[in-house]
């Protein structure tokens, strides 16, 4: 089955933890992102990934790290996270070239930090 | 800079009803339009997209969207919901020559009444 996976679910933590949210993809594609969700403002993107070795800014990068070092995983770190990065987090990924663009998304991360 | 617009936050119907949800786009270039639907504690859906041609395109669920350019609008619409269809609904834009950038709407919040 075609699906991108989450690792956890749920989490909860303290201020300046370093924590990692795993993000993996079984249909080979190209692009991947990070969304943050918060109620009245839709999700935002954090980092995108056009391939291996390939990441960028998306609209709200601060506090965050990704990494794309194999073409299905895209890991979100937050090294010290803070209470302004509690929210739910979404990964996605999106097969390159034309008539592609539809975004495939995970379940999504709750994360609270205290 | 590109933006998406849903105005209405929040809109109760009665099931059975017909259903109009708005979404407005600020583009300079012909964009790529889609629809998501988020049920309670889920992940994004893809309900339609919208790339080129007829500016009428139907999607899952029993659902349409029709784009007008002359208004940048892309609202979407139902004959008749189902109390199944109580979840929040997302307009996004997506900019051509990018496939891993895209621009979400704040969401558009459905409640049915029984």
């Known amino acids: 089955e075609a699906q991108v996976t989450q690792n956890p679910r749920y989490l909860i933590t303290v201020t300046g933890k370093k924590l990692t949210v795993t993000c993996s993809q079984n249909m080979n594609h190209e692009y991947m992102s990070w969304y943050r969700q918060d109620p009245g403002l839709g999700l935002r993107q954090i980092y995108y990934s056009m391939n291996v070795e390939v990441t960028d800014k998306g609209d709200v990068p601060e506090g965050y790290k990704v990494s794309r070092k194999e073409k299905r995983n895209f890991p979100l770190i937050l090294e010290s996270p803070s209470p302004n990065q509690t929210s739910l987090y979404f990964c996605?990924?999106?097969?390159?070239?034309?008539?592609?663009?539809?975004?495939?998304f995970g379940p999504g991360t709750r994360l609270t930090v205290t | 800079a590109q933006s998406v617009t849903q105005p209405d936050i929040h809109i109760t119907v009665s099931e059975g009803a017909s259903l109009e949800l708005r979404c407005n786009y600020s583009y300079g270039a012909t964009p790529y339009l889609f629809w998501y639907v988020q049920s309670p504690g889920q992940g994004l859906q893809l309900l339609l997209k919208?790339?080129?041609?007829?500016?009428l395109v139907q999607g899952i669920k029993g659902f349409e969207a029709e784009f007008k350019r002359s208004q940048s609008s892309f609202n979407l619409r139902k004959p008749s919901v189902h109390w199944s269809d109580a979840a929040e609904y997302f307009c996004a834009v997506v900019q051509y020559s990018s496939a891993s950038k895209i621009i979400f709407g704040s969401g558009t919040r459905l409640s049915i009444r029984p």
């Open positions: 919208y790339f080129s041609g007829d500016t």
């Open positions: 996605a990924s999106t097969r390159a070239g034309t008539s592609a663009y539809e975004q495939y």
